[in-house]
């Protein structure tokens, strides 16, 4: 089976030495979906920032990471055209204030190759796939007039925009209620078994581990410490 990502050896240390990712290794296969899981500041979103590619510039990255078979720099170039796109937890500062929805869905669709005669009914089309009633609508409104959940829907969207091979949800639903967390959670899914997505979800919830990946991998001060095979823990 072909890897979505395959990680060796990755470092990140800062420019006075401090280690902070600790030679992590691990795989994810096409379509798979892998929680990463561990104490706040074990390092998840570094690793995660690494195999995106959005590294801050005053840190430091080592190791061999590839995406769907093609090796990329650990580190700071944006690897939405390699096919990795994120989700992260406060979707009311991933979102531009002054942009309007499609506006901001029209600029990702057109930078991945949409002509922009059709990125209007494109746009439309991804807000639809992420459960909006009334995608056409939706277009028109400004961040700030959509709930957290339904900006949280707005940049799994966007994320979908670039077509990614890999999506990386890191705490999507921290900042929201049961139930929207919920519907969240569900749009990935539904999205990823459509697009056969693999999927790395960081996630402090057990029960959102367990239930919605296959497996997850542990780490603990920057250090990769087990994979258990059914998200316990
Ligand atoms: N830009 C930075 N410069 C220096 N240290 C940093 C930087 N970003 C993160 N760190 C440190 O690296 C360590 C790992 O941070 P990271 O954000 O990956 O943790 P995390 O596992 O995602 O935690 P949380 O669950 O709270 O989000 C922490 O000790 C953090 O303070
Ligand atoms: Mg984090």
Same mark, same amino acid.
């Given at each position: 089976?072909?890897?979505?990502?395959?990680?060796?050896?990755?470092?990140?240390?800062?420019?006075?030495?401090?280690?902070?990712?600790?030679?992590?290794?691990?795989?994810?296969?096409?379509?798979?979906?892998?929680?990463?899981?561990?104490?706040?500041?074990?390092?998840? *979103?570094?690793?995660?920032? +690494? /195999?995106?590619?959005?590294?801050?510039?005053?840190?430091?990255?080592?190791?061999?990471? *590839?995406?769907?078979?093609?090796?990329?720099? &650990?580190?700071?170039? &944006?690897?939405?055209?390699?096919?990795?796109?994120?989700?992260?937890?406060?979707?009311?500062?991933?979102?531009?204030p002054?942009l309007?929805?499609?506006?901001?869905?029209? !600029? /990702?669709?057109?930078?991945?190759g949409?002509?922009?005669?059709? =990125? *209007? *009914?494109a746009?439309?089309? @991804? !807000?639809?796939?992420?459960?909006?009633?009334?995608?056409?609508?939706? !277009?028109?409104?400004?961040?700030?007039?959509?709930?957290?959940?339904?900006?949280?829907? /707005?940049?799994?969207?966007?994320?979908?925009?670039?077509?990614?091979? @890999?999506?990386?949800?890191?705490? &999507?639903?921290t900042?929201?209620?049961?139930?929207?967390?919920?519907?969240? @959670?569900? =749009?990935?899914?539904?999205?990823?078994?459509?697009?056969?997505? +693999? !999927?790395?979800?960081?996630?402090?919830?057990?029960?959102? +581990?367990?239930?919605?990946t296959?497996?997850a991998i542990?780490?603990a001060?920057?250090?990769l410490?087990?994979?258990? =095979?059914?998200?316990?823990?």
């Open positions: 089976m072909r890897h979505a990502v395959h990680v060796r050896g990755l470092r990140v240390h800062t420019a006075s030495g401090t280690q902070l990712v600790d030679d992590v290794s691990f795989t994810l296969d096409e379509a798979e979906r892998v929680a990463l899981v561990g104490a706040s500041g074990s390092g998840k *979103s570094l690793t995660a920032a +690494a /195999v995106l590619g959005t590294l801050p510039v005053t840190l430091n990255a080592s190791g061999a990471i *590839s995406v769907c078979g093609c090796d990329v720099l &650990p580190g700071r170039l &944006p690897r939405s055209r390699a096919g990795v796109a994120a989700v992260h937890q406060d979707p009311s500062t991933a979102l531009n002054l309007r929805v499609g506006d901001q869905l029209g !600029l /990702v669709l057109r930078a991945h949409t002509r922009a005669s059709v =990125a *209007s *009914s746009a439309a089309a @991804l !807000l639809d796939e992420v459960g909006f009633d009334d995608p056409d609508a939706l !277009l028109w409104r400004y961040p700030a007039e959509l709930s957290g959940g339904q900006r949280q829907r /707005v940049c799994l969207a966007i994320a979908l925009a670039c077509r990614p091979r @890999l999506l990386i949800a890191d705490e &999507p639903t900042a929201l209620d049961l139930d929207t967390q919920e519907q969240v @959670l569900d =749009a990935i899914e539904r999205v990823r078994q459509r697009h056969g997505t +693999a !999927l790395m979800l960081i996630t402090h919830d057990r029960r959102v +581990a367990t239930t919605r296959d497996r542990r780490m001060q920057g250090r410490v087990d994979e258990a =095979a059914d998200a316990e823990g």
